[in-house]
């Protein structure tokens, strides 16, 4: 790519100081091995930035990044998405009395149901994320707010958790540690989310959401482990929820072993924490079913939420998101459009360059080399 | 210079930060999972960051030795080894809490978006520095510039092979020294006046002849 111009450097080592000690060579001589790495001679090459190299790289660039662009564009405008916000801020919003009478003791939980329409059908695998916004996960003393081997299954950090984890390290009522402890466990996003499809005949059929295969692999079999033991309740039995959950962590799902305890997916997916402010985790996954083509058809909706999570005391919001998914992953416009726009600079800089060197060209091979 | 560089690290941070940041917004893996993790979004910035960097040394080293390849392309594999390290199983298994990163190289490098992001970020922050010094070359050429260039337009010669500089007689030696040295005897017999035949082009012609005038015997 660069103008490569062999040369081995020539250094002279003759003029070593021992021919100064005189003539008899009984002193060591200190003149350095006549070898290529010591006498500085290893061959080089020598990146010299010439029109003939940086002009054609400039255009190539930009004739391989346009297309990418468009490509990345084209893919991320066929990606169906929809958000849908239930936060009930606003007064007149379906979820808005739930989201005001909030109150921490609640035994039963708010439902409020959010209906929605969707214009396009989604093909192919949908997964249906919840959204944040205005939470922020990437705070240090958050994110340093878990202890990893009590996660992993190990039972002295079951008993006696990591001081990270202050101050949801130990229960301050009957003084027995939290487990999961720290302020990313007591955090767990508690919503459930259901999905119900209104017919044109009238009738209104359940949605199936997948609940396993939404974390990733190695936090699923490496990273969190329950403890050891076969009955979780009596693993767990002396130690207590964190403070703001409502169901100890050996029941967040009872029906499946696989996915209770620390491996409960849910738990999993909230314990990665999101390095932005506004961010979406997976939730629940709709297959493609294989007798009809379209996973969900457009049409009428409703979205059924147990709202357990208080988010107005920080003026956070919460959306669901449904959304299909293609081999650059979600709906993102902005690789696309950024490749698109590198791409012309590039191109435009290639020209403008070229204009330059032509006119300046003709200095650079009279220019006289002062001697 | 100060004031160029600061200016170049700015944009350079803002870069490496904002284009990660913008393109990880609303992201999620090719399988629907998380990508927008703090952890994976610490991995990419931290590995075009490391791209960045050797690339602007790759611009700023003139002379590429055996050894500047085996440093440069040796800290990008001992980067990338290190990151596998340090997120596998095992080191996360022996000291838990410090190696939390578990699984972050392995599932965000594997996605395409990702790499693209790298891709984009290293381009745009190398793009001005080559720019910037291609227009200097153009337009205010140093006189190491038009060397190089009036280099690379002849073609190197070929190096010389390695002679031991020829011995200098000393040219203020009066002839009645000479008789009381050893002579010419062996100069003579070894030859070695012969080479002087084709003075070679490390020497220009003025030494060339000052050296035949001391030995009186060579013909050029």
């Known amino acids: 790519m660069m103008a490569s111009s062999y040369n081995a450097k020539e250094e002279d080592g003759r003029n070593s100081n021992s021919s100064t000690h005189g003539g008899a060579a009984v002193a060591k001589s200190k003149k350095p091995d006549n070898t290529a790495f010591k006498q500085q001679r290893l061959p080089a090459w020598q990146p010299i930035l010439t029109a003939g190299n940086v002009l054609p790289a400039f255009f190539v660039i930009g004739l391989i990044f346009i297309p990418i662009g468009i490509g990345l564009y084209v893919t991320s405008n066929n990606i169906r998405e929809i958000e849908i916000d239930y936060t009930g801020s606003e007064s ?14 609640t035994t039963t939980p708010c439902i409020c149901t959010v209906n929605f329409t ?13 959204g944040l916004s ?34 949801y390290r130990t229960d301050p009522v009957t003084k027995k540690p939290i487990a999961p402890c720290g302020a990313i466990a007591n955090s767990l996003f508690n ?29 699923r079999t490496v990273k969190f482990r329950n403890p050891v033991g076969d009955n979780l309740s009596e693993v767990f039995k002396d130690t207590e929820k964190p403070m703001n959950w409502m169901k100890p962590v050996y029941e967040l799902d009872p029906s499946d072993p696989e996915n209770n305890g620390f491996i409960n997916e849910d738990f999993i997916v909230w314990m990665r924490t999101a390095a932005l402010p506004t961010f979406r985790k997976l939730y629940r996954i709709i297959h493609k079913n294989s007798s009809s083509t379209l996973t969900l058809p457009s049409g009428s909706y ?11 005391s920080f003026d956070g919001r919460k959306r669901m998101i449904l959304s299909t998914i293609s081999w650059m992953g979600g709906k993102n416009p902005f690789l696309g459009i950024a490749y698109i726009t590198v791409g012309s600079i590039c191109f435009f800089l290639g020209v403008v360059l070229l204009i330059i060197h032509h006119k300046y060209d003709s200095r650079n091979n009279s220019a006289d080399i002062p001697n | 210079a100060f004031v160029h560089i600061v200016m170049i690290s700015c944009y350079t941070s803002l870069v490496i930060f904002f284009i990660p940041w913008a393109a990880m917004h ?17 991995l990419l910035t931290q590995t075009s960051l490391l791209i960045v960097v050797s690339a602007q040394m790759f611009l700023d080293t003139n002379y590429w030795t055996a050894i500047n390849q085996f440093f440069l392309w040796g800290s990008l ?10 997120l596998s199983n095992g080191l996360f298994f022996m000291f838990t809490s410090s190696f939390p990163f578990i699984g972050a190289a392995r599932n965000c490098l ?55 500089p020829a011995r200098r007689v000393s040219t203020r030696r009066s002839s009645y020294a000479f008789s009381h040295s050893r002579g010419y005897g062996n100069l003579v017999t070894s030859r070695k006046f012969l080479r002087l035949r084709k003075p070679s082009s490390l020497f220009n012609r003025k030494e060339a002849a000052n050296l035949c005038k001391q030995l009186i015997f060579c013909r050029i």
């Open chain 1, 92 to 105: 007149g919003s379906p979820c808005n009395d739930c989201s005001t009478n909030f109150t921490w003791n």
């Open chain 1, 118 to 130: 969707l214009n396009q059908p989604f093909e192919g695998n949908v997964y249906m994320y919840y």
């Open chain 1, 134 to 167: 205005n939470f922020y996960q990437n705070h240090r003393r958050y994110v340093k707010s878990r202890d990893d081997s009590q996660l992993n299954g190990n039972i002295k950090s079951l008993k006696e958790p990591s001081k990270e984890c202050e101050p």
């Open chain 1, 191 to 219: 919503d459930t989310l259901e999905l119900f499809h209104n017919e044109p005949n009238g009738r209104t059929t359940a949605v199936p959401l997948a609940k396993r295969g939404i974390a990733w692999y190695t936090d």
């Open chain 1, 302 to 312: 409703t979205l059924k939420v147990a709202y357990n999570y208080p988010v107005s």
């Open chain 2, 26 to 42: 609303d992201a999620v893996r090719s399988d629907g999972k998380d990508v927008a993790d703090y952890q994976s979004f610490a």
């Open chain 2, 77 to 86: 594999a001992v980067y990338i080894s290190v990151t596998f390290t340090f």
């Open chain 2, 110 to 164: 594997q996605q395409s978006n990702v790499w693209l992001t790298i891709f984009l970020t290293c381009l745009l922050s190398i793009l001005p520095t080559v720019a910037y010094r291609f227009l200097l070359i153009q337009l205010n050429p140093t006189i190491s510039d038009k060397v190089r260039y009036k280099a690379k337009e002849e073609g190197q010669p070929t190096p010389a092979p390695y002679r031991p």
